[in-house]
């Protein structure tokens, strides 16, 4: 079973930026296609922002697209989501997870294990 270890979240003012990190333990993420999802309070988990394993071809939700980048670092394993121009409806848990499908939709492949998550707050 993959695990993932989410960083980097944090309280920032609307407009600002944070950037989060993926990392894992015992695996390669560069093998994996691999997804930045959140939940914020009330709301289901949604998928934002991922990309795949061999190409490397990214997708983003219509709700960060412009906004949110994602990237990997195969040198430090890490895939990290740079978030600019952040909105107060940005405001959720954020977790990394394996997809199975990166593309016009990001869906997770086991949508019954996530990790700890990392708090982003988007507030003045």
């Known amino acids: 079973q993959l695990q993932f270890v989410e960083s980097g979240g944090g309280l920032v003012q609307p407009g600002g930026s944070l950037r989060l990190s993926c990392t894992a333990s015992?695996?390669?993420?560069?093998?994996?296609?691999v997804g930045w999802f959140r939940q914020a309070p009330g709301k289901e988990r949604e998928g934002v922002a991922c990309i795949t394993s061999r190409l490397g071809n990214t997708a983003y939700s219509d709700s960060v697209k412009g906004r949110f980048t994602v990237s990997r670092d195969n040198a430090k394993n890490t895939v990290n989501l740079q978030m600019d121009n952040l909105k107060s409806e940005d405001t959720a848990v954020y977790y990394c997870?394996?997809?199975?499908?990166?593309?016009?939709?990001?869906?997770?492949?086991?949508?019954?294990?996530w990790g700890q998550g990392t708090q982003v707050t988007v507030s003045s």
């Open positions: 015992g695996f390669a993420l560069n093998f994996y296609s």
């Open positions: 997870a394996e997809t199975r499908w990166c593309g016009t939709y990001i869906i997770a492949r086991n949508d019954n294990v």
